[in-house]
């Protein structure tokens, strides 16, 4: 698997507080992204990297925002989290962009109770 | 934005039987990517097709790009307890830097 890391990898919080979820990788990769998967809808786009401190929105970025500051470290942050977000979170990882594969990290399950 | 549609959402087969999931897209796209996600695991690449009408196969995995590059097929032959998984296709995003996924195909096999 390439090199990277998700943290935490479970999650349980409280409506209304804010949360940071981490991807960390060691392969240099400058499109990095956060994807939320929940049944029956797939793997949807929240937000992505095109390098440091270049960031944009995806098809469900309402509610959350990202942050990167190296090119190691691409943070996902939901200021207020909701019930709605219950959802497990993907990052991944790529080389080229959408030239070339994507790569997962294990997951974030997060629970907004 | 670039959408991709994949057809069925389940499929529940035995082992041995084929099984075809398919992609369809309203635009035409410059590439299609296809992913395997193992129960409780991560989406995991298999392959890219990029050329109209290209068709790759990986041992029993058979992926088809269509003449237009606006559907994409992939086809399991005689299918075993392994394939067991949701089969997602995944296209460009409309800003070119990210991957659109459409809802995949969750095979369920049974000895």
């Known amino acids: 698997d390439a090199g990277i890391t998700q943290s935490p990898r ?29 049944p029956g809808h797939g793997l949807r786009l929240i937000h992505y990297s095109y390098g440091v401190k270049d960031t944009d929105k995806g098809e469900v970025s309402d509610g959350y925002s990202v942050s990167r500051s190296k090119t190691e470290d691409f943070l996902l942050t939901l200021e207020s989290a909701t019930s709605s977000q219950t959802s497990v979170y993907f990052c991944a990882i790529s080389g080229q962009g959408l030239n070339t594969e994507a790569f997962f990290g294990q997951g974030t399950r997060l629970t907004v109770v | 934005g670039q959408q991709v549609m994949q057809i069925p959402q389940y499929q529940h087969v035995q082992e041995g039987e084929d099984f075809t999931t398919y992609c369809n897209s309203s635009t035409t796209l410059s590439n299609i990517q296809w992913y395997k996600q193992r ?60 991957l659109n996924f459409g809802k995949g195909t969750s095979l369920l096999v049974t000895p």
């Open chain 1, 10 to 38: 479970h999650k349980v919080t409280e409506t209304g507080t804010p949360v940071t979820l981490r991807c960390h990788q060691t392969e240099n990769h400058r499109y990095m992204y956060w994807y939320r998967q929940d």
């Open chain 2, 39 to 98: 129960p409780g695991g991560h989406p995991v690449f298999l392959i890219q097709l990029v050329k109209s009408g290209e068709v790759k196969k990986q041992k029993r995995l058979t992926f088809q790009f269509g003449e237009a590059k606006k559907n994409s097929s992939l086809h399991i032959t005689a299918t075993q307890t392994t394939d067991v998984g949701t089969y997602f296709c995944a296209g460009p995003s409309d800003s070119g830097y990210a």
